[in-house]
């Protein structure tokens, strides 16, 4: 079965320090991994994908997340946050082979001045 | 701005009452995706049409159907509307070569249906 954790429901954090945000996967198959950002009122942002290439990924918005296989995670990073980067962000998985995308819980990010 | 455009924005209906919500896919997009997103929950997935056949589904009840046109655009039809279906209803477009193709999907601002 196809599934994804995210290992914390809310984060806090000062602005100018770094953000982790961490998920962890499960997927009989090759899977892509996703991670999307959803402020207020607003549709879902792709911030980065992993899709077999290199196992670090580069996003927007300064956002990078590692592919760890041997752990079963992508946690999501940044090395130092701003006030905008409060928001719902969401682990994503799509098992190969399937269409659907199958979404964590959402971890809330607060930054604090 | 994804280009993905859905409407209504906020829809109020009573319980047992039906309900239609519209999808305008990203320009050149084939595939239209539907999911539920619950409040204080992750999105789930309702179905996906590809080329105006559905092409998987969630774990929703048949009163949840659909339609895609042949412009690509979709509309979500929900009959018999129960309590448990208040929540934001996003569709996401992408261009996808069928079979699961890992393509990227691009979402709408989503339409909050509240059942009363």
């Known amino acids: 079965a196809q599934s994804v954790t995210q290992l914390d429901s809310h984060v806090s954090v000062s602005e100018g320090t770094p953000v982790l945000l961490r998920c962890n996967y499960s997927?009989?198959?090759?899977?892509?991994l996703f991670w999307y950002v959803q402020h207020p009122n607003k549709g879902l942002q792709l911030l980065l994908k992993?899709?077999?290439?290199?196992?670090l990924v580069k996003g927007i918005n300064g956002f990078e997340a590692e592919f760890k296989k041997s752990e079963t995670s992508f946690h999501l990073t940044k090395p130092s946050a701003h006030m905008s980067d409060a928001a719902e962000y969401f682990c994503?998985?799509?098992?190969?082979?399937?269409?659907?995308?199958?979404f964590g819980a959402g971890t809330r990010l607060a930054v604090h001045p | 701005e994804t280009g993905v455009t859905q409407s209504p924005t906020h829809l109020i209906k009573t319980r047992g009452q039906q309900v239609t919500l519209r999808c305008s896919s990203q320009s050149g997009h084939n595939t239209v995706s539907w999911y539920q997103q619950a409040l204080g929950q992750g999105p789930q997935f309702i179905f996906q049409?590809?080329?105006?056949?559905?092409?998987g589904r969630g774990n929703f009840p048949p009163r949840f159907s659909g339609l895609q046109f042949p412009n690509y655009s979709s509309e979500l039809n929900v009959n018999a509307l129960e309590l448990d279906d208040s929540a934001l209803y996003l569709c996401?477009?992408?261009?996808?070569?069928?079979?699961?193709?890992?393509?990227?999907?691009?979402f709408g601002a989503g339409t909050r249906l509240s059942v009363l």
């Open positions: 992993y899709t077999s290439a290199a196992t």
């Open positions: 997927s009989s198959y090759s899977p892509s």
């Open positions: 996401a477009s992408s261009l996808d070569g069928g079979g699961g193709a890992k393509n990227i999907q691009y």
């Open positions: 994503v998985v799509k098992p190969g082979g399937y269409n659907k995308l199958i």
């Open positions: 049409y590809y080329r105006e056949e559905e092409n």
